[in-house]
C-alpha cells in the first residue's frame, strides 16, 4: 500500500472514538476559553481562515472505506467552507451561569461527519468587555496534549496583531481515487493492519516480561548483597506492596449514583486554582502536581456521593487517568497517543494531608508495575477486532453499564504565558473531556499562564447539580493548603494592554520555535509560533481522553 495513504489513514485508537460516538454523547475534546474586549466574527473567521494552511486536518473530514473494511481516511473536503466552522452566538444577559448553560448546549452537540470535525464559537455579550471561545474538535483528531499544540498554532504569543490576507483562500483538493482502487487498497490494508497489530501486542507483552524479569533479577542481587532494591537499580514493587495494592487494582469498580448511562445533554462547570499554590503544596507533602491534583478531585467527589446519601466507609474511587505514550521525536503529533492508569483510592480518607500521601504510594505502585504498559497492550488486542465488527459494536457498547472505572481525570500542561487572538488576551483556558458509557462525570484540568483550570463534565440526568463540585473543589483546596502550612501566594497581574486599531507588542514575545511537521501543511506559508508547558508545570505526562 502507497506509503501515503498509510499517514491518511486513522489510527485504530483514533477510529474507536468515531465507533463509540451516538446521539447524546458527542465525543469531542474542547476548551471553552474567555478573551478581554469584544472580538468580532468577521475579523475572527479572517484570523483563524489565514492558520489553516499550518493544520492541513482542518481542511479534511473523515471518510469511510466501502463496507468498512478497512480503517476510515483523513480526506480533504471539496466543498469546505470556513462559515461552516466559525460562528458566533449572543447571550441575552451575559452572566457567567448563561454563559457555563450555553457551553453545555454547545458542547452537547454532535458534528457533522461530512465536514472536518472542528468549530470555533464565539460568545459575544459577556459582561465586563469579554468574548467567550468555545473551540471543539473530534476526539480522533486530537487528545488534549495534541490539542493543546493545536491551540499553540492557532493563537499568537505576542498582542501584535499581524495583517490579515486580503483575499480569501483559495483551496484545491486533490482528486480522489477510484473506489474500486480504493476498495482493493483497503483490503491489502486490512489484512495487513490487523497482522501487525497482533504482532504489536506480542511485542509488548514481550517487553513487559523482560522488564519485570529484570526488575527481580535486581531484586535477587539486591537482597543477596543486603542493599535495598533502589539501590540495585530501577526501583520495583515489593511482595507487600502487591498484597496491599493489586487487589485494589483487579477489583470491580463501587459503582456511584452518577455512574449511569450517559443520554445526554451535558452540563459543563469549572473552577480554577494559581499554580504556584499548588506548587507550594505539593513541595510541603513531598507529592507531585498530580498527586495533589487528584486528591482534591478525590475529595470533591467524596463531598459530592456523600451529599447523595452514600456511606463512603470502606468505599474506593477509581479513576482512570490517561498517559501520554508519545516519545521524544513525536511531541506534537496529532491523534491518540495515549493509554491508562486506573489509580483506585479509599474514598474514606477524611484528612486531605493523608490522602495526598495514600495517592502517591499508589501511583508509584502502578508505575513501578507497569500497570500502564499492561492496559496499552490490551488495547492493541482489541484492534484485531475486524474494523466491521467495531462499527456495529461500538455505538452498542457505549450503551452497557460496562463499570470501568468512576471517573476520568486527565492533566494537560499547557503555556506557561499569555496567548493572544488578534491581539485580545486569553484570561481564562477551561478544558473539557468529554463523558460516555456509564461514567456520568469526567474531569479535565489545564495550566494555563500560572494557573490550573478544572473543567467538570457531567451528564443532566447523572449529575443534575455538577456545579457543587466547584465549591468543593476549592473548599477541599483552601483546608489542604491550611493542614500543610502552605500560605496563600500572591497572583502576580500582568499589566493591561492598550490597544488601538493597528496594535503594536509592547514587550519582546517568548521564543518562537518553528511549527513542527506534524502539524504544518508542506506549501508556501510563514510559520507559526508553539509551546510547548510541559517542563514548567511538572505535571504528569497525561493527555485527554
Not at 232 to 239: D, R, T, Y
Not at 332 to 350: A, S
Not at 363 to 389: R, S, W, Y
Not at 457 to 485: C, N, Q, S, Y
Request: with cysteine.
Amino acid at each position: 500500500m502507497p506509503h501515503h495513504r498509510d499517514n491518511n489513514h486513522l489510527s485504530y485508537g483514533d477510529a474507536l472514538f468515531l465507533y463509540l460516538e451516538r446521539e447524546g454523547m458527542p465525543l469531542n475534546v474542547a476548551s471553552v476559553n474567555v478573551f478581554e474586549g469584544i472580538i468580532s466574527l468577521k475579523a475572527c473567521t479572517r484570523f483563524i481562515e489565514s492558520k489553516l494552511p499550518l493544520i492541513p486536518r482542518y481542511l479534511q473530514r473523515v471518510v469511510s472505506p466501502p463496507f468498512n473494511i478497512g480503517l476510515p481516511d483523513w480526506e480533504y473536503d471539496p466543498e469546505f467552507d470556513i462559515r461552516n466552522h466559525v460562528r458566533e452566538v449572543t447571550l441575552e444577559q451575559g452572566t457567567e451561569v448563561e454563559f457555563k448553560a450555553v457551553a453545555g448546549e454547545i458542547l452537547s452537540q454532535m458534528m457533522d461527519r461530512q465536514r472536518p470535525l472542528w468549530d470555533f464559537t464565539l460568545v459575544r455579550g459577556l459582561k465586563g468587555d469579554r468574548t467567550g471561545v468555545v473551540t471543539r474538535m473530534h476526539h480522533c483528531l486530537a487528545d488534549g496534549l495534541a490539542g493543546v499544540e493545536l491551540l499553540n498554532v492557532l493563537l499568537d504569543p505576542s498582542p501584535e496583531v499581524r495583517p490579515l490576507p486580503k483575499r480569501k483562500m483559495q483551496f484545491h483538493p486533490p482528486r480522489r481515487k477510484p473506489s474500486s482502487t480504493s476498495l482493493l487498497d483497503e483490503l491489502i490494508s486490512s489484512s495487513s493492519a490487523v497482522a501487525q497489530r497482533v504482532l504489536t501486542a506480542q511485542g509488548e507483552l514481550l517487553h513487559v516480561l523482560q522488564q519485570v524479569l529484570a526488575a527481580a533479577g535486581h531484586e535477587a542481587e539486591a537482597s543477596d548483597t543486603h542493599l535495598q532494591p533502589e539501590a540495585a537499580g530501577e526501583p520495583i514493587p515489593l511482595v507487600s506492596e502487591f498484597a496491599r495494592f493489586m487487589p485494589e487494582v483487579t477489583g470491580t469498580t463501587q459503582r456511584l449514583p452518577f455512574n449511569i448511562i450517559c443520554r445526554g445533554p451535558q452540563k459543563f462547570r469549572w473552577a480554577e486554582i494559581p499554580l504556584a499554590e499548588i506548587k507550594a503544596v505539593k513541595q510541603a507533602c513531598g507529592a507531585t502536581v498530580n498527586d495533589v491534583v487528584l486528591a482534591l478531585v478525590t475529595s470533591a467527589i467524596q463531598r459530592y456521593v456523600e451529599l447523595q446519601g452514600v456511606r463512603i466507609r470502606g468505599r474506593l474511587l477509581r479513576i482512570v487517568v490517561p498517559v501520554n505514550v508519545r516519545g521524544n521525536g513525536d511531541a506534537h503529533q496529532l491523534g491518540n497517543r495515549i493509554t491508562f492508569l486506573p489509580v483506585t483510592i479509599p474514598l474514606d480518607i477524611r484528612s486531605l494531608r493523608k490522602l495526598v500521601d495514600a495517592i502517591r504510594e499508589r501511583m508509584a505502585f502502578l508505575k513501578t508495575a507497569h500497570v500502564a504498559e499492561l492496559v496499552g497492550m490490551a488495547g492493541t488486542m482489541l484492534g484485531t477486532i475486524p474494523t466491521a465488527a467495531q462499527v456495529v459494536v461500538g455505538p452498542i457498547v457505549s450503551q452497557l453499564p460496562l463499570g470501568l472505572c468512576n471517573i476520568i481525570c486527565t492533566n494537560v500542561p499547557g503555556p506557561a504565558f499569555p496567548l493572544y487572538l488578534l491581539g485580545h488576551k486569553m484570561l481564562r483556558c477551561y478544558p473539557y473531556v468529554p463523558i460516555s458509557g456509564d461514567i456520568g462525570i469526567n474531569c479535565a484540568v489545564l495550566t494555563y499562564d500560572g494557573t490550573a483550570y478544572f473543567g467538570f463534565t457531567g451528564d443532566v440526568h447523572a449529575a443534575p447539580d455538577l456545579g457543587r463540585l466547584e465549591k468543593f473543589l476549592t473548599t477541599g483546596f483552601a483546608e489542604l493548603r491550611k493542614a500543610v502550612g502552605a500560605g496563600a501566594c500572591r497572583r502576580r497581574r500582568a499589566p493591561a494592554i492598550r490597544r488601538k486599531k493597528a496594535a503594536v507588542a509592547t514587550t519582546s514575545p517568548p521564543e518562537q520555535p518553528v511549527i513542527p511537521p506534524a502539524v504544518r501543511m508542506p506549501a508556501k506559508s510563514a510559520p507559526a509560533p508553539t509551546t510547548n508547558g510541559a517542563k514548567s508545570n511538572e505535571l504528569l505526562a497525561g493527555a485527554a481522553v
